[in-house]
Nanobody, 115 residues
Framework: QRHLVESGGGLVQPGGSLRLSCAAS????????MGWYRRAPGKERELVAT???????NYADSVKGRFTISRDIGKNTVYLQMNSLKAEDTAVYYC?????????WGQGTQVTVSS
């Protein structure tokens, strides 16, 4: 069973925008935070942005001012609006959801920034 389903990745030119979405299934209860992480080729997975159930947000310094995380609690969905994309943003982006001291992960969606 896929607890988190991501969509919205793809190929975009530098300076362009993409919006990622991640829907949590109804099998996950009491979600306290959702977020996005990414793994670039040859690098460790890193935090991109997180948002709590009280809408408190946290961003990696590398994306501040360019990316915006938001959440629709009613739809159990988290979004990542990515603007002014750079080649170094190229990575597989993973959605996460934390509930009852357990973190669920999505399967990942590829974002490629290239001209």
């Amino acid at each position: 069973q896929r607890h988190l389903v991501e969509s919205g990745g793809g190929l975009v030119q530098p300076g362009g925008s993409l919006r990622l979405s991640c829907a949590a299934s109804g099998s996950i209860f009491n979600i306290v935070a959702m977020g996005w992480y990414r793994r670039a080729p040859g690098k460790e997975r890193e935090l991109v942005a997180t948002i709590t159930s009280s809408s408190s947000t946290n961003y990696a310094d590398s994306v501040k001012g360019r990316f915006t995380i938001s959440r629709d609690i009613g739809k159990n969905t988290v979004y990542l609006q990515m603007n002014s994309l750079k080649a170094e943003d190229t990575a597989v982006y993973y959605c996460s959801a934390t509930a009852n001291a357990y973190t669920y992960w999505g399967q990942g969606t590829q974002v490629t920034v290239s001209s």
